[in-house]
């Protein structure tokens, strides 16, 4: 049974960090790609970094690069996103999410329940 436990959300003042966690069971990190994706209020769901399946360099959304970081660690089977230099914008609620594809894609296999992720001016 695939399942995917995010966690690590919380109120952060602007400039601040947050580390989420994504722990996942099922399966193991290499067998799917893995991506973290975010929605805010009246807002589409967007796709922020994602973890290849191939091991290549991971893959991030333009406006986060370089403040966000994706990783993981294999024997704990959990895939972590190290966010920095926060800014309300990035205000939302922020899921994990797998595919047993190469990469992510807009339809995305497994879920997990999002984790509210709050940023104060």
């Known amino acids: 049974d695939v399942q995917l436990q995010a966690s690590g959300g919380g109120l952060v003042q602007a400039g601040g960090s947050l580390r989420l966690s994504c722990e996942v069971s099922?399966?193991?990190?290499?067998?799917?790609?893995i991506g973290w994706f975010r929605q805010a209020p009246g807002k589409e769901r967007e796709g922020l970094a994602c973890?290849?399946?191939?091991?290549?360099?991971?893959v991030y959304l333009d406006s986060v690069e370089g403040r966000f970081t994706i990783s993981k660690d294999n024997a704990k089977n959990t895939v972590y996103l190290q966010m920095n230099n926060l800014n309300p914008e990035d205000s939302a609620v922020y899921y994990c999410?797998?595919?047993?594809?190469?990469?992510?894609?807009?339809?995305?296999?497994?879920w997990g329940a999002g984790t509210q992720v709050t940023v104060s001016s």
């Open positions: 973890l290849r399946r191939d091991q290549k360099p991971p």
């Open positions: 099922g399966f193991t990190l290499n067998d799917a790609a």
């Open positions: 999410a797998a595919v047993q594809k190469l990469i992510c894609t807009a339809s995305m296999r497994y």
